[in-house]
């Protein structure tokens, strides 16, 4: 039922910008804390970046003061701004959806490829 579906994805060069948007549908999308996550080949899925359902945003140290996540609840929709973007950035980003307190099972997105190569 829950449906988290990302987009704004692809090729840029290091140095640039691309800004994601991940869309939900199946949850009461304002109390849920949104993520985003990275998978880059051969490495394991790490946390980008967070914002709870209050609109705080915290942030990997890989990605502080370059990426903003922000939230547009009457869009169901969630953002990441990745500027000053660098090769160690590509990777498959993913849309999360989860409760702070872990009292549910997280919800995933399809993943979409974000590469950063000259």
């Known amino acids: 039922q829950v449906q988290l579906v990302e987009s704004g994805g692809g090729l840029v060069q290091p140095g640039g910008s691309l800004r994601l948007s991940c869309a939900a549908s199946?949850?009461?999308?304002?109390?849920?804390?949104m993520g985003w996550y990275r998978q880059a080949p051969g490495k394991q899925r790490e946390l980008v970046a967070l914002?709870?359902?209050?609109?705080?945003?915290s942030y990997a140290d890989s990605v502080k003061g370059r990426f903003t996540i922000s939230r547009d609840n009457a869009k169901n929709t969630v953002y990441l701004q990745m500027n000053s973007l660098k090769p160690e950035d590509t990777a498959v980003y993913y849309c999360?959806?989860?409760?702070?307190?872990?009292?549910?099972?997280?919800?995933w997105g399809q993943g979409i490829q974000v590469t950063v190569s000259s």
């Open positions: 914002i709870t359902s209050g609109n705080n945003p």
């Open positions: 199946g949850i009461f999308f304002s109390i849920y804390r």
């Open positions: 999360k959806s989860d409760r702070a307190d872990r009292s549910i099972v997280p919800s």
